[in-house]
């Protein structure tokens, strides 16, 4: 008894801090608390929210254990290769906005297939696959791009940046729309339950007739979809593509999606908890600038909120078995 | 009983250098429980691997309801009405007990999942079906094991489309009290007209549950109960065993000296209440089957796992293992059950696997001396007879046999005073285990303790001075061996008998 009150506890620790977070932030900035602010994180938001839902699809069909779970780190570099693509075709190349985007598709589902053909043909560790998956491309976008900044002035890319739709932010809506869609899938139909299922336990998956590897291959398919779409917030929020952008993105997603599990139900990675973990992180970090925090305190802050996370998660289903 | 809702004539299937079924039948009559019982390497499982589909026979034939499979595939006896409930779980911790019951048949509509349907389904089949009460909301991990296997069970019948249903050793991880809600569970299924197989080494259930039982030996049909009593168990156990135990065995009568080891009301997870003592010069033998327990308690003696309560004593010395450095530090040596995983460094040489535990003897300061371990390794193969006589050959080379040696010379080279040894001759050929009952007999005659846990009762009455039957984590009888029968031990391991009716 004690000690599942304890392991309670332990679980409702990392929302407590961040409770307790946004009060003092609230207290030391006026301007926190106000429907500005709130659309202002939303709109920073946007990006890692995206990336997040493919990452939370990856680790749905591989499980949850860091090391031998899936994982996708090559995601936000996906992002970002798509985005020096698209802003390299529309600036340099004098392209259309539609053939800019085909190509980056077509890079993304290369990304995608390699990984998947990585982790299930070759059955190496997903987050070794991914994480030189992901140097790899970091480094071809320097070659695109030589490392420099590629300004975009396509005007759909501005709508994202600055339309309304309804009032709200058009950035806002075009990702809500797309958090409907991923959730509707994953966590409403047959193929997001077997999905589901391959992550929770691959024996009981196979046992129960699902084919386990399609879904793992298919989850790298749609990381790597995800970072296609987040390219296009990317430029938006940029106006253009700029290097060194994937770093932090990559951070906020394993923050936010990790994060999410501590804050779904059943303590688990969930689309749910992947956005709202991200909308949290957002609101961290415009919670620090406004209260003028250092930007280097914030990413030391980040890192160590990451470490409480996943620390407690693992002491949590350490209690539990 | 005369329509047979499953036949399966003249199997036979043999695997490279063994005949694992030799023309064996099995029969099945429809809405009758059958017992499927037999001792480990019987043939049990691998005649039901056969009906599953997943191994080919070699020959023979598969009747369901009359009608011979043309193709013995998981499908095609998934689709004859054949449901399997694996001795293994698999089920999803954080999935809730009706996403567990549709795994893999979920139901939807254009709009998603029709969740509340399947919710209502699921407990509405809990209740008429397996006569329990149950909420489809409940997470996985917050049930108990019996009501696990429930939902495991119900999610191999949920499309009522079952006609025989294999258990494969059910109540194997379920203490006494939770295998009531099985049974429960179990003739409700057969008030329904279900045929049901139920493979046990619990001989009490089978005689308590089922209508018939077909008993394995070697591969062999070796006898069918039609009629089954509640005092059937003898006869049955008489036809599982059915051999005496050979001369493999050196044993001497050994004259017990003063107590050494002393175990006092050790309590886990998975047993409780466990006292015994062994004196010098005694071999003690622990038996039981999986699940009895007999793993974990090797486990905790030697500091793998946690003991709840109890004391362990060493020369009346208590003893508190946090790990299994702190036993080897107390004069324990532990011959693992997995000793390619926990025994031994496959990829190290023969030398380096000897001296591993007592490196301090072979070492100057931090140094190794090399000649000095290569000198204690050349006499230990030699007294050990390991072959190839190379203490610079790989581990991974040798032959099982002759890895178990490397990990006993080990031990006798540290010079241990307490030799624990748990299933010492899994894996092992006829004559490197002669070789080994030999080298523990010694150990015995030079006054070394041993305790022995194994699954070959054989092997504990040819080797032992006495020994521990557990049951559902508890020692139900503590016997000598001197006139103990083979059957008599299988009788007390799998709660056919009890210590009075033995002695």
New interface residues.
């Given amino acids: 008894m004690n000690q599942t009150l304890s392991t309670k506890l332990l679980a409702v620790f990392p929302i407590a801090v961040f409770a307790c977070l946004f009060a003092y932030l609230s207290i030391e900035s006026s301007t926190f608390l106000s429907l500005g602010t709130f659309e202002l994180i939303l709109k920073q938001a946007v990006p890692t929210v995206i990336v997040s839902l493919g990452l939370a699809a990856v680790v749905i069909a591989g499980g949850d254990d860091v090391v031998a779970g899936g994982i996708d780190l090559s995601i936000p570099a996906t992002a970002i290769i798509c985005a020096a693509i698209i802003a390299d075709q529309l600036t340099n190349q004098g392209n259309t906005l539609v053939f800019a985007m085909t190509l980056a598709f077509g890079a993304a589902a290369i990304i995608g297939a390699i990984n998947a053909f990585l982790v299930v043909g070759l059955r190496m560790t997903p987050l070794l696959a991914t994480l030189s998956m992901s140097v790899a491309v970091v480094g071809l976008t320097k070659v695109i791009t030589s490392s420099r900044r590629i300004g975009v002035t396509d005007e759909s890319i501005v709508f994202i940046r600055d339309g309304k739709i309804m009032g709200v932010a058009a950035s806002v809506i075009l990702t809500a729309v797309l958090v409907v869609i991923f959730y ?1 899938a994953l966590h ?3 193929w997001g ?2 999905m ?2 391959t992550g ?2 691959r ?3 196979e ?4 084919l386990t590897r399609r879904f793992v291959v298919q989850s790298f398919l749609i990381a790597a979809f995800a970072g296609w779409i987040a390219s296009v917030f990317v430029l938006a929020r940029g106006s253009g593509s700029s290097p060194g952008t994937e770093e932090n993105m990559l951070l906020e997603m394993v923050l936010a999606t990790f994060l999410g599990a501590a804050f779904s139900p ?3 990675v969930t689309l749910w908890g992947a956005v709202l973990g991200a909308v949290v992180v957002s609101a961290l970090s415009v919670g620090f600038i406004s209260i003028g925090v250092n930007v280097f305190w914030t990413g030391c802050i980040k890192g160590a909120l990451i470490l409480l996370v996943v620390a407690s998660a693992a002491v949590a289903t350490k209690g ?1 078995s | 009983m005369t329509d047979a809702l499953l036949k399966m004539c003249d199997i036979t299937k043999s695997f490279p250098g063994v005949l694992a079924l030799d023309n064996v039948a099995l029969e099945v009559a429809s809405g009758e429980i059958h017992g499927l019982v037999g001792e480990n390497g019987a043939g049990k499982s691998t005649i039901i691997k056969v009906l599953a589909g997943v191994y080919k026979a070699d020959a023979g034939t598969v009747e369901i309801d009359g009608h011979v499979l043309p193709d013995v595939t998981p499908r095609s006896v998934h689709d004859a009405g054949v449901r399997f409930i ?1 001795q ?1 779980l ?6 809730t007990v009706t ?1 567990s019951v ?7 509509t254009l709009l ?2 029709s969740t509340r349907a399947m919710r209502q389904k699921a407990e509405a089949f809990f209740e008429t079906a397996l006569g329990t009460e149950m909420s489809g909301n409940t ?1 996985i ?1 917050d049930l108990g094991i019996a009501e696990r296997k429930l939902v495991q069970i119900a ?1 191999a019948l949920i499309d009522n489309q079952a006609k025989l249903v294999v258990f494969d050793e059910p109540t194997a991880p379920l203490t006494s009290g939770e295998t009531d809600k099985l049974f429960t569970a179990i003739r409700k299924l057969k008030e329904q007209g279900i045929a049901m197989i139920y493979v046990s080494h619990y001989l009490a259930e089978i005689t308590g549950i089922c209508d018939r039982v077909t008993v394995l030996r070697n591969g062999q049909n070796a006898g069918r109960f039609d009629e089954v009593f509640d005092d059937s168990a003898p006869a049955m156990i008489s036809a599982m065993v059915g051999r005496e135990i050979d001369e493999l065995f050196p044993k001497t009568e050994h004259t017990p000296a003063a107590p050494r080891f002393e175990v006092t009301d050790l309590s886990a997870e998975k047993f409780e209440d466990v006292s015994f003592t062994i004196h010098r010069n005694e071999i003690v033998g622990v038996a039981g089957l999986v699940g009895s327990g007999r793993e974990d308690l090797i486990d905790t003696i030697y500091g793998l796992a946690k003991p709840r309560s109890g004391t362990m004593k060493i020369d009346g010395v208590a003893q508190k293992f946090r790990a299994p450095a702190d036993a080897v530090g107390a004069g324990i040596a532990l011959v693992p059950r997995d000793r390619r995983h926990d025994g031994l460094v496959l990829d190290m040489s023969v030398s380096d696997n000897i001296n591993l535990a007592a490196l301090d003897t072979v070492s100057r300061g931090t140094l190794e001396n090399r000649r000095a371990a290569n000198a204690v390794a050349t006499d230990m193969s030699e007294t050990l007879d390991i072959r190839p006589r190379n203490i610079a050959a790989t581990l991974r080379l040798l032959s099982g046999g002759n890895q178990q040696k490397v990990v006993l010379g080990r031990w006798l080279n540290k010079g241990a005073d307490i030799f624990i040894l748990d299933e010492p001759t899994v894996g092992v050929d006829v004559g490197a285990k002669v070789e080994i009952y030999q080298h523990i007999e010694n150990l015995a005659q030079d006054g070394v303790s041993v305790l022995v846990s194994s699954s070959d009762p054989g092997e504990l009455i040819g080797l032992c001075d006495r020994i521990l039957v557990m049951l559902r984590g508890k020692i139900v009888a503590e016997v000598s061996t001197t006139d103990l029968g083979v059957d008599e031990l299988v009788a007390l391991t799998t709660g056919g008998a009890t210590q009075e009716a033995v002695s």
């Avoid at chain 2, 698999?90 to 999935?95: D, T």
């Avoid at chain 2, 549709?102 to 139901?107: A, L, R």
């Fill in positions: 509707h409403r139909t047959r339950m077997n589901q299922a929770g336990s024996d009981a998956a046992i129960s007739g699902i059943r303590r688990v539990r | 694996h293994e698999h089920l999803v911790q954080h999935f996403e549709f795994m893999g048949q979920e139901e939807q998603g999942l997470l991990r999610r």
